[in-house]
């Protein structure tokens, strides 16, 4: 995509590409910015600087440091947040017990690594599952989390009838409404009823039009009635109730939050079985085009996202209520329904599981130390009174945000600098420190507190920031929210350039792009 972008540039336009690591900017708002490069002694000179790094990477938390401790004092691995690629696994011994702290992409990722990556691979057999064929290099895999189940899998169909019109029911109106109100908000009381019903709306409206014939009532009267309700009304209930006479077809987000809620087995094999049965439930429903309304919801879910910043940006959700639901819970509901990995990643998983590499530890997994033994420990209610002992502790998620901890040199010089600020959320009773860069609302600019507003000629991008619907992973033909963001930024900065002087030897007709 790089290629074929740079390939369909008009000519005024020059690409000059750096291949090295940006390390500080400086400038006045009035004037250049000089942008300082790792293995260069002059500075680059630019009119304007957008900050597009991704994901960054962040140094360990008090609680990973004393983990760490504790693998040198007693020689073993430790792996805190990390992104995949780039972690060297390669002190992890054939047949050691590892714990895996994460049950996202990033453990999938790991886990390609330390099974495929060390020569192992599959067959496929008669039935169409997947058989697991060791390499003998590999580790002994114990994975937990917060929910003790995998992301769902990815969609593998497209809607079966027409596209939903969103949003319906949490859209600017609704948003508008909510602030109207003049008071603090709570994402889970206040708003979550509205931001549910609209993922409904979106799963009820695929199912209706694509599978008619198991619904209990006529499309028009249904919607009627389901226009009119709040989410979490009893006649909500009876309404669905009535109309979807298979619980399997009803939106259920409380089982699909949390779906080991309330369960414990026996014994460890005991809940490796049921959780197999979990995850083969999953991919065959997300291959099979009879349950397309999942992804109704699905485009719902990408919609409601869409409207959340304003909220954020308006300050009315309580600086609690961003900390523990948006950023905390909301985040993770969010990437289990709609940042899962492909089918066949889940299909694997399952053959490792039955070969003996992946043991699952179950949900609400607390990790300790065993001073004695020298080992980590894994325990979870899932499975009472079961403990895993391991000889390495792989944290299996991405580091947080946090511009205190950046490992990236350019924020770190501007931090230093007070050039740049973390978002801070506070009222009376609460203060939450995100960790993620503040830019304005409008046009992405960096906030510079030593400008007291926004910097001019700064602009920043993606996740690092608190401009957060641009977190969702784009999907082909939507209007992904940070399409809309990168669209709009482009034609600002154009607009920016062609009514200012410009530093560089190019006239205004042209425009040079440096890449870092």
């Known amino acids: ?33 000089q942008v300082r490069l790792a293995d260069r002694p002059d500075p680059l000179t630019a009119d304007l600087v957008i900050l597009a790094q991704g994901h960054i990477g962040s140094t360990p938390t008090a609680e990973h440091r004393e983990h760490a401790a504790f693998a040198r004092r007693h020689g073993r691995f430790h792996l805190p947040p990390e992104f995949s690629a780039d972690a060297d696994l390669s002190a992890l011994r054939p047949g050691e017990p590892v714990i895996l702290r994460g049950f996202g992409l990033a453990f999938i990722d790991l886990v390609a690594l330390l099974t495929e990556g060390r020569g192992g691979g599959y067959r496929t057999e008669a039935d169409g599952t997947l058989t697991y064929l060791p390499s003998g290099r590999e580790p002994v895999l114990h994975v937990g989390s917060r929910r003790g189940v995998p992301y769902h899998s990815k969609t593998r169909y497209q809607l079966q ?39 409904g709306f979106g799963h009820y409206h695929e199912l209706f039009h694509a599978h008619p014939g198991r619904t209990a009532l006529p499309w028009p009267d249904f919607v009627a009635a389901y226009d009119r309700l709040g989410w979490y009304d009893d006649d909500m209930a009876a309404l669905v109730a009535r109309a979807v006479p298979d619980p399997a077809d009803r939106l259920d987000f409380e089982a699909l939050d949390r779906p080991l809620d309330g369960l414990a087995f026996p014994t460890p094999g005991a809940f490796q079985e049921h959780l197999r049965e979990h995850i083969a439930q999953d991919v065959a429903r997300r291959e099979d085009p009879e349950f397309s309304a999942d992804l109704g919801a699905f485009l719902a879910l990408l919609s409601v996202y869409g409207q959340l910043p304003r909220l954020v940006a308006a300050g009315r959700l309580t600086a609690r209520s961003v900390a523990e639901r948006l950023d905390g819970w909301w985040s993770g509901f969010f990437s289990l329904l709609a940042s899962g990995p492909p089918g066949f990643r889940l299909r694997q998983l399952l053959a490792l599981s039955r070969a003996g590499i992946v043991h699952f530890v179950g949900a609400g997994v607390r990790i300790g130390t065993d001073e004695g033994a020298g080992t980590f420990t894994a325990t979870s209610p899932t499975v009472p009174g079961h403990t895993v002992h391991a000889s390495a502790l792989i944290e299996a998620y991405l580091p947080g945000p946090s511009l205190d901890r950046t490992e990236d040199p350019l924020l770190r010089d501007l931090r230093r600098a007070g050039a740049l600020t973390e978002e801070v959320i506070a009222d009376p009773t609460h203060t939450h420190r995100s960790g993620l860069l503040a830019v304005s609302a409008s046009n992405a600019h960096v906030i ?37 963001q990168n669209d709009a930024v482009a034609r600002a900065v154009l607009r920016a350039l062609g009514a200012a002087p410009l530093t560089s030897h190019f006239s205004n007709d042209e425009k040079e792009v440096s890449i870092i």
Do not use: C, Y
Request: charged share 25%.
């Open 1 to 33: 995509m790089f290629r074929r972008a740079l390939a369909e540039l008009p000519p005024s336009v020059t690409v000059e590409w750096h291949r090295t690591t940006a390390t500080a900017v400086s400038g006045p708002p009035d004037g250049p910015q």
């Open 448 to 484: 510079d507190p030593s400008l007291g507003g926004p910097h001019p000629r700064r602009i920043a991008l993606g996740a690092p920031t608190n401009s957060r619907a641009v977190a969702a992973f784009a999907r082909p033909r939507t209007d992904a929210p940070a399409f809309r």
């Open 161 to 199: 009838g027409p596209r939903p019109a969103l949003p319906r029911h949490f859209g600017p109106e609704a948003v508008d409404a909510l602030l109207a109100e003049e008071r603090p908000l709570d994402l889970r009381l206040d708003v979550w009823p509205l931001m549910a019903k609209e993922i």
